[in-house]
C-alpha cells in the first residue's frame, strides 16, 4: 500500500509540482492550498508523511504540525520554507523531533524524493 502524503502549501504551482512528482512515484497524495482546508484534512484522514509550508495565511506549518502530531504522532512532518534562517526558526520554535526534516524553496527534486523515501523505508506504517 503506497504511503499517503498530505500537502499544504498556499503556493499554487509548487503545491502542483510536489503533488505530480509524489505521485508519479507512486505516492497517494493529497493536497490543498488553504490551510484551514488542511486542519480538516488532518484531522480526517491518517497520513504518514506532511510537507506544511511554514509561512501561509491561517493557520502556518508551526500549528498544522502540532494539530498533526497531537492526533498522530507517528506522521513524518517536513516544513516547507524559502526562508534562510528557517532551520534556525525550527530549532528554537518547535520541539527538534515533532519535525522529520526542512525542504527549501527552490526544492531540488533528488534531494525531496530522497528526504521522502528515507521516511518510507524508517517508517513503521
Known amino acids: 500500500m503506497p504511503k499517503k502524503i498530505l500537502i ?8 502542483n509540482s510536489f ?3 509524489l505521485r508519479s512515484e507512486g ?9 484551514l ?12 508523511i ?8 491561517g493557520l ?17 512532518v517536513f516544513i516547507v520554507s524559502a526562508m ?3 532551520e534556525e526558526l525550527c530549532k528554537k520554535e518547535i520541539k527538534a523531533d515533532l519535525v522529520a526534516g526542512i525542504i527549501s524553496k ?8 530522497q528526504k521522502i523515501a528515507a521516511i518510507d523505508q524508517d517508517s513503521p506504517h
Open 8 to 15: 499544504v502549501d498556499d503556493d499554487p504551482s509548487l503545491c
Open 19 to 21: 503533488t505530480m512528482l
Open 27 to 35: 505516492y497517494s497524495v493529497d493536497a490543498t492550498t488553504d490551510s
Open 37 to 48: 482546508e488542511g486542519e480538516i484534512l488532518v484531522k480526517k484522514n491518517k497520513y504518514d
Open 50 to 57: 506532511c510537507l506544511f509550508d511554514y509561512k501561509m495565511k
Open 60 to 76: 502556518n506549518g508551526k500549528d498544522l504540525l502540532k494539530i498533526t502530531k497531537n492526533g498522530n504522532p507517528l506522521c513524518s
Open 84 to 86: 534562510t534562517n528557517i
Open 106 to 113: 527552490p526544492f531540488y527534486v533528488e534531494e525531496l524524493l
